[in-house]
């Protein structure tokens, strides 16, 4: 979990993803912390979210799925 405490510096939670940077608009505009941002400032501003309430929900989902699978397996490790 460490390495996602610095996605939200990059990611549009700050700053527009516009204004960075090629390679760090790139990276910053398909990862989990900025689809995520970006549905919930549309919730709060009653605006319409369009697809980025479900790729938030995937990223979730998929961090969900694989973070268990990798804490099973470590348990598992420790158990035997």
Same mark, same amino acid.
């Given at each position: @979990?460490? $390495? ?5 510096? =990059? ?9 960075? $940077?090629?390679? &760090?608009?790139?990276? #910053?505009?398909? %990862?989990?912390?900025?689809? +995520?941002?970006? #549905? =919930?400032?549309?919730?709060?501003? %009653? %605006?319409?979210? !369009?697809?980025? +309430?479900? =790729?938030?929900? !995937?990223?979730?989902?998929? +961090? ?9 397996? &470590?348990?598992?490790?420790? &158990? @035997?």
């Amino acid at each position: @979990s460490y $390495p996602l405490i610095f996605l939200p510096f =990059i990611s549009s939670a700050f700053v527009p993803t516009a204004t960075m $940077p090629a390679p &760090v608009r790139a990276f #910053a505009e398909n %990862q989990p912390v900025t689809s +995520i941002v970006n #549905a =919930i400032r549309a919730l709060f501003d %009653q %605006q319409p979210v !369009g697809n980025d +309430i479900w =790729i938030a929900l !995937g990223w979730c989902a998929a +961090i969900l799925v694989i973070a268990y699978a990798f804490a099973m397996r &470590v348990y598992r490790r420790k &158990v @035997s």
